[in-house]
Structure formats: C-alpha cells, structure tokens
C-alpha cells in the first residue's frame, strides 16, 4: 500500500527556516517523482517543488526559487523541502505526492499537478 507521511510543519517567524520530510511506504521513492504542493484558505492548490528520480533533476515555483530547496535521501526513502527566508504568504497546508514514470510527472521546466499519490499534508505558519 502506497504512503506517504509528511511531517516537520509548525509555526515559525518570518525569516525563519523550517524542514519539511515526506516519507514514503509501500513504494521506493527511487524510482518515482515527488511533488510538493501547498494550499492556503480560499486559494487554489500551488505547486511548490518536485524533484524526479530518472535524473535528479528539480523543479522550483517562481515563489519559492532561491528560498527552497528540494531534496531526497533514497536510503531512508524520504523527500525533504527545506523552507528558508519563510514569509507570510507562504503559510498553507503542505503536501507531499508521488507518482511514475517520473520524467512524465517533474523536470527541470514542468511539474505536472495530477499525481496520484498524496500524503495528508502538514501546516506551515509563518507569523509577520
């Protein structure tokens, strides 16, 4: 059974870092892209980053380019999105997805939004 468990959110000051962790069951993430996405109250959902396995290759938002950084760590099957120069406007629920193959689903110039894997997501509060 596919999983995924995203934890680390929490309330933080503006301009402050956090580090999100999206750990995968039931499935290697060795061989499948991984998303995350956030959605605020009342906006739609917003795709953040994704990372692809085929060839480690990244995809940032214009929002979060230069703040974010996405990561994996295949030996503890987990995708990090660490969160610095934390702003306002990026609090929302944060939510971790994966599907396959991965270069159809994130490279370095697209980052589709239907995946069909999501984790039940995690807060992120940035207090101004």
């Known amino acids: 059974q596919v999983q995924l468990v995203e934890s680390g959110g929490g309330l933080v000051q503006a301009g402050g870092s956090l580090r999100l962790s999206c750990a995968a069951s039931?499935?290697?993430?060795?061989?499948?892209?991984i998303g995350w996405f956030r959605q605020a109250p009342g906006k739609e959902r917003e795709g953040v980053s994704c990372?692809?396995?085929?060839?480690?290759?990244?995809y940032y938002a214009d929002s979060v380019k230069g703040r974010f950084t996405i990561s994996r760590d295949n030996a503890k099957n987990t995708v990090y999105l660490q969160m610095n120069s934390l702003k306002p406007e990026d609090t929302a629920v944060y939510y971790c997805?994966?599907?396959?193959?991965?270069?159809?689903?994130?490279?370095?110039?697209?980052?589709?939004?239907?995946?069909?894997?999501w984790g039940q997501g995690t807060q992120v509060a940035v207090s101004s």
């Open positions: 997805a994966a599907d396959y193959p991965p270069g159809l689903y994130c490279s370095g110039t697209y980052f589709r939004d239907d995946f069909g894997s």
């Open positions: 039931g499935f290697s993430l060795d061989y499948y892209a």
């Open positions: 990372i692809s396995s085929s060839d480690g290759s990244t």
